[in-house]
C-alpha cells in the first residue's frame, strides 16, 4: 500500500521507519508548513536531516500531501478539540477522492464522529481508527471481533501519564507536584500536563469507544462526558485508601449511561490497578464475562503498530 503521513511527531515518524517493515511505501509526509512527495517513495533519511536542520521536511505545501498519489492517508497531527481541524480536513480530502484514512488523532473521532461516518458513507474509502484508543492494545480490533452489540459497558485505565503519576504517589507516598515534576523529567508527562492529568485525554478514548459501542444511536463527543481529574488528589488519600487495601486509578467509563472520567478507588490487586505508564481496558461482555486487554498505550512504535494494523486489515 502507498502511504501519505500527515503529521511527523513520534508518531508520524515511526509510521515512516516501521512502514518498510510491513511492505508498505510512503510515498508523502507532511508536517505544519511544508511537505515532501515521491511516487515512487520518499527518502526517509534526506526528510528527516532536512526536519532537524532546518525545520521542514520538504519543499511543498502540507496540501501537495493530500493531493499526492497513496492508497491511504495516516492522519497523527496532534489532537484538536472542538472542530478538530486541521486533522478532519485531512481526512475528508482523503475520503473525497475515495481513498482510505487511517487516524492516530482522536479529534476527529471523538469530536465530529457523525460528520465523519457521514463522509465515509459517501465514499469508496474506510475509515480505521484503532490507534486513537489505546495505542497498541487492540481495542477496537476486539470489539469489531465480539461484536458491538455484546459488549454492554467498557472501564478501565486509558492515561499512562495519570496511571504512572498516581501509582508512584502511592508507592512513595510523594505528593502530586513531586511525582509530576519526576514524570516531566523523565518524558512521561508534558511540560503542559493539562491534557493527561486534568483527564481530558481519556475522556476522549472513552468518547470514541462510546460511539463505536453505540453503532450510531448515539453520537457522543467531550461535552457529553463528566470529568475529573488528578490534580487535587493529596498523598494523604492514597494513603488511607492503602490502609483498606485500595488505591487510586484515573478510571474511564462507557456504559448506556454515559461517558465518566475520575479518580475511583479499586483494590489493590484489582486488574485495573495497573501500574506506571501501562494501559488496560475491561470489558463487560453478554455472554463472556469480563475481558481485559492491556499494554502499553502510548509511545511513537506502539501507536505506529496499531497504524499499520489498520493499513493491513484494509489491504
Not at 175 to 201: I, K, R, S
Amino acid at each position: 500500500m502507498k502511504l501519505a503521513i500527515m503529521g511527523v511527531g513520534a508518531v508520524g515518524r515511526s509510521v515512516v521507519d516501521l512502514a518498510p517493515d510491513y511492505g508498505h511505501v510512503v510515498t508523502a509526509v507532511a508536517d505544519s508548513s511544508s511537505a515532501a512527495v515521491d511516487p515512487s517513495g520518499i527518502d526517509v533519511d534526506a526528510v528527516f536531516d532536512r526536519k532537524e536542520r532546518g525545520g521542514v521536511v520538504g519543499s511543498g505545501d502540507p496540501e501537495d500531501a493530500l493531493d499526492a498519489e497513496y492508497d491511504v492517508l495516516v492522519e497523527a497531527t496532534p489532537t484538536t478539540l472542538g472542530d478538530a481541524e486541521p486533522g478532519f480536513s485531512h481526512v475528508r480530502a482523503a475520503l473525497e477522492r475515495d481513498r482510505h484514512a487511517v487516524l492516530a488523532n482522536k479529534g476527529p473521532v471523538a469530536e465530529r464522529y457523525g460528520d465523519l461516518m457521514a463522509l465515509e458513507r459517501e465514499s469508496e474509502g474506510t475509515v480505521q481508527f484503532e490507534a486513537a484508543v489505546g495505542g497498541a492494545i487492540p481495542i477496537l480490533s476486539t470489539i469489531a471481533d465480539f461484536g458491538p452489540s455484546q459488549i454492554s459497558a467498557a472501564r478501565g485505565v486509558l492515561n499512562g501519564t495519570a496511571n504512572f503519576v498516581l501509582s508512584r504517589m502511592a508507592a512513595e507516598g510523594l505528593g502530586y507536584e513531586h511525582v509530576l515534576a519526576e514524570a516531566q523529567d523523565l518524558g512521561v508527562a508534558e511540560a503542559d500536563p493539562a491534557f493527561d492529568v486534568d483527564g481530558t485525554d481519556a475522556a476522549l478514548k472513552f468518547v470514541i469507544l462510546s460511539n463505536v459501542l453505540s453503532q450510531g444511536e448515539r453520537v457522543y463527543s467531550l461535552e457529553d462526558a463528566t470529568v475529573e481529574g488528578i490534580r487535587d488528589i493529596p498523598a494523604s488519600a492514597l494513603d488511607l485508601a492503602a490502609e483498606d487495601g485500595r488505591t487510586v486509578r484515573l478510571i474511564g467509563e462507557a456504559t448506556a449511561d454515559g461517558v465518566r472520567v475520575g479518580p475511583r478507588l479499586v483494590p489493590q490487586h484489582d486488574a485495573l490497578a495497573v501500574s506506571g505508564t501501562r494501559n488496560i481496558v475491561q470489558f463487560e461482555t453478554v455472554n463472556a464475562g469480563q475481558l481485559h486487554l492491556s499494554g502499553r498505550g502510548a509511545g511513537g512504535p506502539e501507536t505506529a503498530t496499531a497504524i499499520l494494523s489498520d493499513v493491513g486489515r484494509l489491504e
